[in-house]
């Protein structure tokens, strides 16, 4: 099933998402099969439970946007353990539609995280996916791209969305 993307406003967004401690069951199996399915309909490259209305620590990724299913990753109760370098890129999130920035990221990370069986796992990411792991590891945290923004830019942003609002278009 896809579920519709939650946007900014909602608070799911902003409150940090609860550890998961249950693994293989068949409810958490449909639910990362639907996050995929909600990723791929929405043309992401990378979703958080929140982003759906769930308060739950998983992340999943797909740079390829289900072109090539091997490159699928599913990170539970994902956390960076090692960062290095700075990037300076343009992102955009599922959550705020129409809005694209530049924000600051490291350039490489190291994540630990449990797989869909609870089994832990580390990996690096560079460029990209090293962005991706950055952003989804905040969306679970309950923390926002737009707060990575200058203040500036948060601002224009905001003003945009408010007016979005009004108009009924957000
Ligand atoms: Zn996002």
Same mark, same amino acid.
Request: net charge negative; aromatic share 8%.
């Given at each position: 099933?896809?579920?519709?993307?939650?946007?900014? %406003?909602?608070?799911?967004?902003?409150?940090?998402?609860?550890?998961?401690?249950?693994?293989?069951?068949?409810?958490?199996?449909?639910?990362?099969?639907?996050?995929?399915?909600?990723?791929?309909?929405?043309?992401?490259?990378?979703?958080?439970?929140? +982003?759906?209305?769930? %308060?739950?620590?998983?992340?999943?990724?797909?740079?390829?946007? %289900?072109?090539?299913?091997? +490159?699928?990753?599913?990170?539970?109760?994902? @956390?960076?353990?090692?960062?290095?370098?700075?990037?300076?890129?343009?992102?955009?999130?599922?959550?705020?539609?129409?809005?694209?920035?530049?924000?600051?990221?490291?350039?490489?990370?190291?994540?630990?995280?449990?797989?869909?069986?609870?089994?832990?796992?580390? !990996?690096? %990411?560079?460029?990209?996916?090293?962005?991706?792991?950055?952003? @989804?590891?905040?969306?679970?945290?309950? !923390?926002?791209?737009?707060?990575?923004?200058?203040?500036?830019?948060?601002?224009?942003?905001?003003?945009?969305?408010?007016? !979005?609002?009004?108009?009924?278009?957000?």
């Amino acid at each position: 099933m896809t579920y519709p993307i939650v946007r900014y %406003g909602n608070p799911v967004l902003e409150r940090p998402a609860e550890t998961v401690k249950e693994f293989d069951t068949p409810e958490l199996k449909k639910l990362l099969e639907d996050m995929f399915e909600s990723m791929y309909a929405a043309k992401g490259v990378g979703l958080a439970a929140p +982003q759906i209305g769930i %308060g739950r620590r998983i992340a999943v990724i797909d740079p390829t946007n %289900g072109q090539d299913e091997a +490159q699928r990753l599913v990170l539970i109760n994902p @956390e960076i353990i090692e960062k290095e370098g700075r990037l300076y890129e343009e992102e955009g999130c599922l959550s705020f539609p129409e809005i694209r920035e530049k924000v600051v990221r490291h350039a490489r990370v190291r994540i630990r995280a449990q797989d869909e069986h609870g089994k832990w796992f580390e !990996m690096d %990411g560079e460029d990209v996916l090293s962005r991706c792991f950055q952003h @989804e590891i905040d969306h679970v945290d309950g !923390m926002l791209f737009i707060f990575r923004m200058s203040a500036l830019k948060r601002d224009l942003n905001l003003r945009k969305i408010r007016k !979005m609002q009004r108009e009924g278009k957000w």
